[in-house]
């Protein structure tokens, strides 16, 4: 069975909503979707300090779920072992958040396949599907790039919009 | 750069004072090592909920380190690209600990090293050195089986007795 390497951040947890409330009560406004197209989150200027709030006990435990995602990885669990593997390794807090996260919405995902890392380099996976462009970089197997904000510009990569373009992509996978 | 990833309990953490503490605490006797050679910790007769504390917080956070692995691994780095990749998912409470422990203990390992995993399988490095055969068994590398009383009768892999059976092996690797 091959396997797929599946990030959480902005793959299966959606951060925006949260970096966004975050900003409109620290600088009083919400910003607009084309201060941060092709940016990372906590880039936007006007609230230099929004990242220290990663750092934080509980930040990473109530994010919602990536519409689809719950139903398209156990499709894919039907063909492919999946594994969870977050660069969760700067933020010693985001741990137990992260593992209490992913028993409470993907139960049906064995702790042994969560990873929680620093360098995805190393994931010796057949498919990663990512926001970040650096960790497909180094990536060995086949890398698809989950659509984010911050990588609008990018085009070195197998590009994925949703959880519906990935489900395609590797239905189309196992018919060659 | 070739890649080492190194195993953190019994390898560069010493669990095995604090399993004999707590059965000498529950039992009233310290086990003889007869008891335990060739055997998990956790499996001594007269204690069958000591595998119980694992789940504890803090419990894998005050684990002396293992004789001469700081050096070690110092030296090491001088040559390869070191991880450290622990299957501590099952324990949820045991994530923030080992990271805090790394980074008291190993502060010259980068956090963008450190891999709390489930199944080793994945792990694509050159080299892995662990006390558990069945992590061993599946990974595609050279793997060295650092000794524990628990895979005293194991046979089938390259056998490290302590650190510096570590450095010889690698000083060999290196002349090749």
Redesign the interface.
Known sequence: MK?I?IDMDEVIADIQPKFLDIFEKQVGRRPSEDEYFGKKLYEIPGDENIRSYLFDPGFFGDLPVMEGSQEAVKKLMAHYEI?IVSAA??F??S??DK??WL?QHFPFI??????????KS????DYLIDDHAFNLETF?GKGLLFSAAHNAYEKRFTRVNDWNEVLAFFEQEQAK
Chains 1, 2 share one sequence.
């Open positions: 396997r390497a594994f390794q700067e010693r807090n741990l137990a593992h209490d028993q064995h702790w042994k396949n969560y990873v929680f890392c620093g360098d190393l994931i010796g996976t060995k």
